[in-house]
Structure formats: C-alpha cells, structure tokens
DNA sequence: GTGAAAGCGCTAACAT
DNA sequence: ATGTTAGCGCTTTCAC
C-alpha cells in the first residue's frame, strides 16, 4: 500500500536509482537495453514520481499560481479557462488561490489598494510557501496595480489589468481600438446622434474607451455632444438611469438614434429603460454593449456588443509565464500584451437610410 | 537570495531546529522565552517554512485537489467559489484540474464513460504525483458516475453529480423536491393545464424533476397530461422547438397556462417562441424554469425559477474534505449530502383568477 | 554509461 | 524541555 518509488523501480530493473531518473528525465544517455528494463518497470508498475520529492530536489514545483481577484467575476473563469488551456500541454499544474474579493468591496474600485496586504500575504504564501514557480494574477476589471504586487523574484504576469513594475509582465484586450470599432459600426450604420453612457468615470477602461469613441468620431468628421454623455459606474442600474435621464431631457428631435454603453450591464440597463419608455430597440433607438457577456445573448433583441477574447488572454498570459521559465533561456523581457477584440454584430442596432 | 530556512532561524534564535519545528507546529511544548525568541526571528525574517519540505516528510501536502469536468459549464464556478470560501479558512490550498470535456462532448451526455481513462489518468496524477491529500469532483450535471473514479485511498467527493461506489462522497441539490415546490408554486397561482418541457429524458435529473412534478400534481388531486409533455435537450433550442410546437397542436382551449421547463436555457427558448407566436409571458402563458443561471435575470420579463445553492455544495464538499482527512479521525463515514434549493419568484408567472 | 552517496528543508523518534 | 539525527523520494556530482 505504501506508493513504489525511484527505488523499487530500480531494484526491478537491476539498476541504480541514478539510472532510472536518467532515462525518466532523459538526462544521461543510457544504454538502450537498460533503458528498455526501466521503462517496462514502470509502465507494469504504474509508477508515479513522487512531484513532492522532485520539487525538493530541483526548487522547481512546476506549479503555477492563479492569483484571482474573485472567481465569481466576468472575466475570470473565461481567462482561467485559457491558461487551462495552455497548461495541459505542458507539465505544469495550476495551484489556485480566489481572493474573493467581490463581497469586500462591491463597486469600490478605489479600495483594492487597501486590500495590498491581503494581496501580498497570499502571493508570498503562493510564492515562498507553496512554492510555485510563476504567478498568473487574474484581474476582475481593467485597471492599473502599479506598486500593489511585490516583487517575489519569480515570474508575475497580470491578466485583465496593467502594471507598469518592472518585474511584471501584462495582457489585456484592446479598450481603445475596439470602442473605435465599435463606434464606426454606429456610424457606418448611418448614426450620427449617440449618446454614450461610460463606466466610472475615473477608470482607466473608461477612459481608453472614451478615447477610441472619440477617434471614431474625429474620422468621421463628426463630434461627440457632450450633452450626451452620461457617467454610469458599470451597473445594470446606472444604465437605466443614465438612459432615463437622456430620454427625458431629449425631445423627439434631439432624441439620441444610438446609444453605446461601456459595458453590456449598462446597456441592457438603457434596453429596459427604453423599453419602460414604450420605446423600441432598435427601430427607435439602437443600443450597443461591451464585454460580450452571456447575459447579451439573451436579452430581447440580442445585444450587439464587442467580444473580448478572454481565453486568449489567458493562454498568452500562461505562455508567457512559461515562457520565462524555462526552456529559452533568452530572458524574455517585460512585455505587455494587447489582444485585439472583436465586434459581435446581433440585433440591437438599425440601418438608418 | 536563497530563502530562507528552518536553520535560519534556529541559528538566529540560539535553539535546535527541532525547537522551532516544535513551536511552528505546536508538536511539543516549549519554554515560553525560548518560544517567543523563536517567534521573534520568526516574525521579523518573514520566515514561510517550505511545504513542499514539510510534504516530503509528512507525506501531506494540505492540498486539495479540484477536478473540474469543465469549468466553463453552468454550475462550476459557484462551486469552486463554494470551496475556497471554506477552504480559505483552513490552512489547505486548491490545486485545480480542469479536464475541459465540454468540447469534446457537447450535449453527448453518455459518452462520458468514454473520457474513463483521461478521468482517471488526472485523478491518478492527482493524487499519485501532486500528491494532493484529497479531491473534489466537480461534475457539469448531475449524473450517475458510479464506476468511473477508480478508489485511490484517499478522500473523494463528488460535488453535482452521484455516485453508489463505496469509497465516495457526493452533495447535491434536491432535484425532486424543488421540482415539487416550483410546481407547486404554479398551482398555487391557479394553474391547472401546465406543460412541460423536460431536458434529456433518460437523464436522472430530468426523471428526478418529473417525479417531483407528478408529485406536486397528484397533492393537487391533478393529473399531468401526457399530451402536455415535450422532450428538450436541456437547450435553448429545443426549449422553442417544445413550445413551438406545443403552440401548434393547441386550439384556444387547450393551450396551457403555463409551462414548466426543467431549465432555465429551454424555458428562455419557450419565451422566445411564445414571442414569436404574439402571444405574451405572463398574461397568456406563465413559464418556469430551473438553475436560476445568470441570464434568468437578464430576460424580459424576469424568469422565475429554482435556485441552486452552488456555493453551499462547493462548501460542503470541501468541509466533508477536510473532515474526512483529519481532526476528528472518528471515521466520517461515506455520506450523500443533498443541498435544499429554493423557488426565486420573478415576473413570469400570472396568477389566475 | 553507470552507480554511490550527498543533500534539498523539514519532522519526529530517540536520547538526554 | 530540548537537541541530535535519520530519513522522506528524488536529482546530480563525482568517481569509476
């Protein structure tokens, strides 16, 4: 009962440990016969090198920690689900730690600083206790950490946030190109009166993708009327309000045909204040989101949004981690990775003539 | 730059390293001045002893390990969430597996049998090679996997899905009885003609859902027609294929008042095709659901449905984990936990007069 | 090409 | 109450 080691493999093979962890690490050439015993051994036997033992030995546990802000979150999974992706190829294994962050500070994206501690204890947990080799940190919502993570030595990329620490590597999707593409499918589409309902105004998503609209507008030699700008804060909730208050301080000629909310939540807020308003989506008004959410699937008419690729954040995010691991040797230096997105064109926008 | 170690610290603080070993691990008294020297230099490297040393020796790596079936599908997330909740209060970690069988698989609810070895292969990785003192098996739905995880003398708990083999645990929700109280719940609104649009029939929810329905009718002194009844497939669309045709083989008197779908993605699939036909949810037809997913919220009107607890489940299992791996040491013996859910009352559902 | 043996950082007899 | 030390299962240096 008790799990057979380099030793009982070596003794059934009738040679030395050394060898056996030769041929299982191709680190020594061995002699092809001998090298035959070993590997029949083990495959009769099932043998399973003990990680535990190896990672004593080499300091490598060949784990890599998830250090995720909350789990629960919309990016999250999606972005896990890409480092799953690219770590089962390899020998790797993911160690996860879920800050649960949400519950502590709903909406307050301010406070993360003050969550530094808890941040680090966990990371230095992850790193010098647990031992992982490289730390993937999951992000809830773009943002800059500059100055929160430590520098623990080991490889750190963050994912769905930046940082611009030196020891830290990012990637994340493309706010500013993508709130530009978003706003010349509205403009291609014949609309010119938009409304725009941000995110908190003070966030750097927010802010990139007020950017990108504004691209849009300057190439189309149109300019974006500020009095039809209003701040949400990312919520369901403050999209219908925003969307409410345009609604009532619009007469039928000043009545926005577009309205593009900075995230799906708020968008499908403006739908139900749209709707409440006896209103049609989008024969009356065309409404457009962010994020791709499931949730803009299902709303009636389906939500025409910008679909960030979070699988592939993850994956390049859990490359790249390898990547400074191991194998190449050639210090991969300090990169920050933008993955583009892509507009989901569903039902919520009209062709104006 | 090399970590710093147990002899480190027994250096620094003038005592063996059994002693600090002893204070660490509270494994043996010790003079209170000499433990708190200890502690001191303790506290003021920032001393983290090395697990993974700790494991060798003890053979425990206070890791738990996570096999997710895929953790993109609809209730693992919750439940993950569920068990680092738990989790995070005890000093284990969470070593997560994700075997990402939903593209392999998709909608082919029996041919999981066939994934036996790649199940296996990451179980036996799991716990032979990460050496993780337990696992939580985190099914996509609920389904019979007796026979699959081969025993591996170590704690095994199947969160969403059951299993009759001697050696595992299982929690989950409480199919029948939800299915009896939602069902009830339209009864109680007036309804008497209600149809239902089961998921995959031969699946053991579904036929734990329609027992819970026939239930909650024969309280009623009702009898299900059978003609009421349509086979989905658990999604969206075969949800409006069921209704669609529901619709079409009703004449005004016989159409239903109601219809209960065993889950949320088919009953979205019945509004839309009650859409689709003029017909409006609730004041012509109230429908119903199961899961209460994310989007139930996001339909209009607002779905009502099941709530399953996730979080409780993931919770759960993780304490019957740690229960079952050591303190009380009197035996946990093999249990199935079934999690209550609770009926969420939104907009779809009329009352009759 | 192969093996003997040291040692990774810790715990737990065992001795004192 | 505390220290000495063997040893967990592996890799790797060094000698042959």
Redesign the interface.
């Known amino acids: 009962?008790t799990?057979i080691t380099i030793k009982d493999i070596a003794r059934e093979a009738g040679v030395s440990t050394a060898t056996v962890s030769y041929v299982i690490n191709g680190s020594k050439p061995v002699m092809p016969e001998k090298r035959q015993r070993v590997l029949d051994v083990i495959s009769k036997t099932?043998y399973?090198?003990?990680?535990?033992?190896k990672?004593?030995r080499t300091k490598k546990?060949n784990?890599i920690g998830?250090l995720a802000e909350d789990?629960?979150e919309f990016p999250?999974?999606?972005i896990?689900?890409g480092i799953?992706?690219y770590i089962?190829k390899t020998d790797y294994?993911?160690?996860?730690?879920?800050l649960?962050m949400l519950d502590s500070l709903f909406n307050q994206y301010d406070q993360i600083i003050h969550q530094k501690d808890k941040i680090n204890n966990a990371l230095?947990?992850l790193v010098?206790?647990?031992?992982v080799d490289a730390v993937i940190y999951v992000g809830m919502f773009n943002r800059d950490i500059t100055g929160i993570l430590s520098n623990i030595?080991k490889p750190i990329i963050v994912a769905y946030s930046t940082s611009s620490d030196e020891h830290i590597c990012s990637v994340n999707h493309d706010n500013e190109n993508s709130a530009t593409e978003l706003t010349r499918h509205l403009i291609e589409n014949g609309h010119k009166r938009i409304a725009v309902i941000t995110g908190l105004a003070h966030t750097a998503p927010a802010q990139m993708r007020l950017k990108g609209i504004n691209r849009a507008f300057k190439e189309a030699n149109l300019v974006l009327d500020s009095t039809m700008i209003r701040n949400g804060d990312w919520e369901r909730a403050s999209g219908y309000a925003c969307m409410k208050d345009l609604l009532e301080h619009s007469t039928r000629d000043t009545l926005p045909t577009a309205v593009l909310a900075m995230n799906d939540l708020m968008a499908?807020g403006a739908m139900?204040a749209i709707?409440d308003a006896k209103l049609k989506v989008p024969e009356d008004i065309s409404v457009v989101g962010f994020d791709n959410r499931?949730?803009s699937n299902?709303?009636?008419p389906k939500l025409t949004t910008v679909e960030i690729d979070l699988e592939a954040i993850g994956y390049s995010a859990a490359k790249i981690a390898t990547q400074k691991l191991g194998g190449a040797e050639g210090h991969v230096d300090s990169q920050n990775i933008i993955i583009p997105s892509k507009v989901i064109m569903r039902d919520t926008v009209a062709r104006l003539k």
Chains 1, 2 share one sequence.
């Open positions: 009962m799990p099932n399973q090198p003990n990680r535990v033992a990672s004593l546990t784990i998830i789990i629960l999250t999974v999606g896990i689900n799953s992706e089962e294994n993911i160690l996860l730690n879920d649960r230095s947990f010098f206790g647990a031992k030595n499908i139900d709707r499931n949730v299902f709303v009636f």
